[in-house]
């Protein structure tokens, strides 16, 4: 059974790091398009950053120059460095897989940007 377990979230200072981790089991996520997603309260859910099986990865306006994503094929893993973090970063944060129409979620994890 296919699973994503997201981890890393908290809550950090403007201007702070925090580094979210996604565990895929039960699929090979080397084949997949991994992507980050957030969702603040009272908005939508948007892509933060993807990254398909040869490694194009394309970032939010929002955030590039300051997120990272990257993926550990032999661990089937994604990770995703936010640097420079502000306010408006706060958000829940879902990893997802996508392959053809087939499409997997996390549960999420919180990540609060607050003084």
């Known amino acids: 059974q296919a699973k994503l377990v997201e981890s890393g979230g908290g809550q950090v200072q403007p201007g702070g790091s925090l580094r979210l981790s996604c565990a895929a089991s039960?699929?090979?996520?080397?084949?997949?398009?991994m992507a980050w997603y957030r969702q603040a309260p009272g908005k939508q859910r948007e892509l933060v950053a993807s990254?398909?099986?040869?490694?194009?990865?394309d970032y939010s306006p929002s955030v590039s120059g300051r997120f990272t994503i990257s993926r550990d094929n032999a661990n089937n893993m994604v990770y995703l460095q936010m640097n420079k973090l502000k306010p408006e970063d706060s958000a829940v944060y879902y990893c997802?897989?996508?392959?053809?129409?087939?499409?997997?979620w996390g549960q999420g994890t919180q990540v609060n940007v607050s003084s």
């Open positions: 990254q398909n099986p040869v490694n194009f990865i």
């Open positions: 039960g699929f090979l996520c080397k084949v997949y398009t």
């Open positions: 997802n897989a996508k392959f053809a129409t087939t499409a997997y």
